[in-house]
């Protein structure tokens, strides 16, 4: 180019965790993404207080996690439990 522009650039390089965090098959996803939908739909609510959904709510108080913490709050190891809670109520 003529003048040279006068832009710094860079490429990253983005790959998908092996193996993923929470096991979710193509029957699950749909749940996997509600649970989402409806946790960080109001994330910055307590998820006792922001969670409307009576399953969900139900597998919130099963998966024994504290209703206080934000969505934005909890780990893998958290989402797992309750991700599994969920399953279980079907």
């Known amino acids: 180019f003529a003048p040279p522009p006068k832009v ?3 490429v990253i390089d983005l ?8 096991p979710v098959t193509q029957t699950s996803d749909s749940s996997w993404q509600h649970l989402l939908r ?3 739909q109001h994330r910055r609510k307590m998820l006792r ?6 399953k969900i ?7 024994g996690l504290d209703g206080t913490k934000r969505a ?6 958290d989402w797992l439990r309750f991700f599994e809670a969920l399953q279980g109520d079907k």
């Open 8 to 10: 710094d650039s860079e």
């Open 15 to 22: 790959r998908p965790r092996v193996p993923t965090h929470i």
């Open 38 to 40: 409806i946790c960080f």
């Open 49 to 54: 207080s922001g969670v409307k959904e009576p």
């Open 57 to 63: 709510r139900n597998a919130l108080e099963r998966s």
């Open 72 to 77: 934005e709050a909890l780990n893998w190891e």
